[in-house]
């Protein structure tokens, strides 16, 4: 796969990071160079925001890719549409299924070395995030640090 720069995206269409967010990518910026693989993987990102600014962090590595996970079809449809040249240039990869692949799938055999998302509001929820990207980290050959998450608290 060949890579290209970073292609400006259309940022009209995206919201403002909203302050859960802004927590999220600050994080994000601090842990960042945890590493230093390509990848980083975005999870559930419902408005393009994080996906779009995890995008703007690894612009500054050649062959770096954002790896955006959402369960849903229709929101994959949509960060489609609103980062169409980042996905035409390979540096965003997005579930291609009628229905996305579980996460664990979907992440296997990427270098990612940070995951951004939005912690669930319920326990149970976040019990099955934290199994699902314990098994990305194994497989990665990674480990899982608890006093570095990029995420906040979606409440």
């Known amino acids: 796969m060949t890579s ?7 940022t009209d269409e ?43 962090l ?4 050649p062959g770096a890719r954002v790896l955006s996970w ?14 169409p040249g980042s996905l035409e240039a390979g540096r965003l990869v997005l579930p291609t299924d009628a229905e996305p692949a579980p996460l664990e799938e979907f992440a296997a055999g990427a270098e990612a070395h940070l995951a951004l998302a939005r912690l669930p509001k319920s326990l149970a929820a976040l019990e099955d995030l934290a199994r699902r990207l314990a098994v990305v980290a194994e497989r990665a050959g990674g480990t899982t640090s608890p006093s570095s998450p990029a995420a906040a608290s979606s409440t």
Do not use: F, K, W
């Open 14 to 56: 995206l919201p403002a990071p909203d302050q859960t967010e802004r927590v999220i990518l600050r994080a994000a910026q601090e842990h960042g160079e945890i590493g230093r693989p390509c990848d980083m993987l975005v999870i559930g990102d419902t408005t393009g925001v994080l996906t779009a600014e995890a995008l703007e």
């Open 4 to 10: 290209t720069a970073a292609q400006p995206e259309p």
């Open 58 to 61: 690894l612009s500054d590595r």
């Open 70 to 83: 959402t369960s849903s079809r229709a929101e994959t449809d949509a960060l489609a549409a609103l980062l």
